[in-house]
């Protein structure tokens, strides 16, 4: 059996979902399990990485324990890693406003994926994201002779990540419909 590891940018994921259905549909309902297997097909699920970062309590208390109880969620999923990253809030140069950064999920997603092909935990990794900067990690899990395969989210993927993998999978409101309870 083909053992697949699924690398998700939660950024990217929330940000192309809300694109394609406009705050129609919420996080909370989107069924991981389905997504995830209709990347997998018949191949075996070993982990699932979804990095984000938790909200800051501060700035919205009802957003943060929306986002708790999806976290919460995603947790009980088998074989689902939660991985927190910094959100690093700046100020807005010459006004009194603050917007936040999600930091390190990039290289965590990045070494994780390098590490998992070294150590043999999977033969293909899924990159859910469009983001270009994983090129070099891309290249270096082929360079273990595993498979790569890009799940992306069209106007806002990176030509050079998509080119750069075995395959490409474009993430359309058709597919994505079957995900939502």
């Known amino acids: ?40 097909q018949e191949r075996e699920i070993v982990d699932i990485y979804y990095y984000n970062a ?42 009194n406003e603050y917007y936040y950064v999600l930091k390190e999920d990039d290289i965590h997603m990045a070494v994780d994926m390098v590490e998992g092909a070294v150590d043999n935990k999977f033969d293909i990794a899924i990159v859910v994201s469009g983001d270009g900067d994983f090129v070099p990690a891309v290249k270096a899990v082929q360079r273990k002779d595993k498979k790569v395969e890009n799940a992306y989210f069209g106007k806002t993927s990176s030509a050079n990540l998509k080119q750069n993998c075995d395959k490409s999978i474009r993430l359309n409101k058709e597919m994505l419909d079957k995900c939502f309870e």
Do not use: H
């Open 1 to 40: 059996m083909v053992r697949v590891s699924i690398f998700i940018d939660g950024n990217n994921l929330y940000f192309g979902l809300k694109r394609i259905y406009s705050d129609s549909r919420s996080l909370m309902d989107f069924n991981f399990r389905k997504f995830c297997g209709t990347l997998v």
């Open 54 to 95: 938790t909200l800051d309590i501060a700035n919205n208390l009802n957003k943060y324990k929306k986002q708790q109880r999806f976290f919460d969620k995603l947790k009980r999923i088998p074989r689902f890693n939660l991985i927190l990253c910094k959100l690093v809030k700046r100020k807005l140069k010459n006004v």
